[in-house]
């Protein structure tokens, strides 16, 4: 067995030694899922005979038994778990998800057994703060130094907040400079316990944004090009997925192409070339971005006007532009040089 898996298990069994009766010993192994699943109240109950709410009575009890026996010193292994757990979360920015801190202590096999000891850990010290699994928050475990359970919601809420009023992605940086902690780590860390933020790139952003949380292909070339802020080919933007931060980075050309097709922010601007709409480009053939652009002047351009900003917004030869400029349906031509719409 790993060391400090032993270590944690020895802190477990003597936790355990604490309670005197077996149905209290059941009841808080079953609950934590020390020797096995998390059981509900109405499983325990179903088991022991006896109703959900004597259940959760018994839980808070004997908890409280067990916390003053831990401040106490009277569970002698208890505190060199405590000890690798408390400078694995300051390694870790004082708070972490209780899945992240088990990665971290155990290695990457970490069990749900393994998960569920260190969080029991965390709900007996003194020297520990467990943050309940919700809709906003990931079960997590702190210093309690740092905060208790309702500090450390109220951190996480104002890192929240600020980002909603922002209205876009903030760099730790950014949030830092808004808010009140000793090091950027121990943001990214309180940031990191919240299930409404998502981080990408060294952003941070409502989880529901895609720019920081992509869900899928199209908004994963959107964030792919609006990081790039210039033009990309689709094989290009496909290399640039395989070697992003995405969850998942299994993707085709194929597939990567056949949105850039259907989706309305890419513009094609070139053999391949994609563009976001948002820089100003616009879908259409060479002849159509000719006429708009003279359509926009509202007078006679040169040659060299009309060349100079079609290739700003299309990335093909100039012979090209030359060509379509000589279609007398579309264009006629003013004086020697300069060309106008022929409507």
């Not at 009575?57 to 060199?80: F, T």
């Amino acid at each position: 067995m790993d060391q400090n898996a032993e270590v944690v298990a020895k802190a477990i069994n003597g936790s355990l030694k604490i309670i005197e009766q077996d149905r209290e010993r059941e009841i808080i192994s079953r609950r934590f899922g020390l020797s096995g699943s998390k059981e509900t109240l109405e499983q325990i109950g179903d088991m022991l005979s006896i109703t959900r709410e004597r259940v959760r009575q018994l839980e808070k009890a004997i908890l409280i038994r067990l916390r003053i026996a831990a401040e106490d010193n009277n569970i002698p292994e208890l505190a060199h778990a405590e000890k690798i757990i408390v400078r694995n979360l300051t390694e870790m920015g004082r708070i972490a998800k209780v899945s992240d801190l088990a990665e971290k202590i155990f290695g990457d096999k970490v069990s749900d057994k393994q998960r569920q000891e260190l969080a029991f850990i965390g709900e007996i010290s003194a020297n520990l703060t467990v943050i309940e699994e919700s809709d906003k928050y990931y079960n997590s475990i702190g210093i309690a130094d740092y905060g208790n359970e309702k500090e450390t919601k109220q951190k996480v809420d104002e890192i929240v907040n600020l980002v909603k009023k922002n209205k876009a992605p903030m760099s730790i940086d950014e949030i830092d400079n808004n808010t009140n902690y000793e090091h950027p780590d121990h943001i990214k860390a309180v940031a990191s316990i919240s299930k409404l933020l998502a981080t990408l790139n060294g952003y941070w952003g409502l989880a529901k944004w895609p720019t920081v949380n992509p869900k899928n292909i199209r908004d994963k070339i959107y964030v792919v090009l609006e990081e790039k802020r210039e033009p990309m080919h689709f094989e290009e933007i496909a290399e640039a997925i395989k070697k992003s931060d995405f969850r998942r980075k299994d993707v085709t050309i194929q597939a990567i192409h056949n949105e850039l097709i259907k989706d309305s922010r890419f513009v094609l601007i070139g053999r391949g070339i994609y563009a976001l709409d948002s820089w100003g480009y616009k879908k259409g053939t060479v002849s159509e971005t000719i006429s708009d652009i003279l359509k926009q002047a509202k007078k006679p351009l040169t040659r060299e006007q009309i060349v100079k900003k079609v290739l700003s917004m299309r990335k093909v030869k100039e012979t090209t532009i030359l060509l379509n400029l000589q279609n007398k349906k579309l264009f006629k031509k003013v004086d020697k040089n300069s060309y106008t719409t022929a409507d």
